[in-house]
């Protein structure tokens, strides 16, 4: 096990699994479940490259890091089912569109700004 440090102050027990294969979760204790799980490439001790996080609570993110920063391509979904597509950068959510659980569009970010369409019933 290691010791992973994210610079948002996050940190993570580390347990490598298979094939470069990584779990990340946040465990106090071993008989506790890490709340989050990474599985992807990992460099310098953090998620690098492609992957996905997975949290306990349903919510994940499947797309591209850099020095465990959430960078370029990728998709969040939150346990609800809503979800954000588009670009990150420096971990913040940068261009794309957010959608609700029925899949309607409800918002949408340009350079890191979230623009939130309120739209009446019909």
């Known amino acids: 096990m290691r010791l992973l440090c994210l610079r948002n102050g996050e940190f993570y027990i580390i347990t490598v699994v298979d094939c470069g294969k990584t779990k990340v979760g946040s465990e106090k204790e071993s008989d506790n479940p890490p ?21 306990r609570n349903g919510s994940n993110y499947v797309g591209q890091y850099v020095d465990g920063l959430r960078e370029g391509k990728g998709t ?37 700004e979230e623009e939130i369409y309120f739209k009446l019933p019909s």
């Not at 709340?35 to 996080?53: A, C």
């Not at 969040?76 to 569009?105: N, P």
């Open 35 to 55: 709340d989050k799980f990474w599985e992807g490439e990992i460099d310098n001790k953090l998620p690098n490259g492609f992957g996905t996080y997975t949290h």
């Open 76 to 112: 969040w979904t939150l346990y609800d089912g809503s979800k954000f597509v588009g670009i990150w950068k420096d971990g913040r959510r940068w261009k794309g569109k957010s959608f609700d659980e029925e899949g309607k569009e409800i918002g949408e970010y340009v350079n890191g």
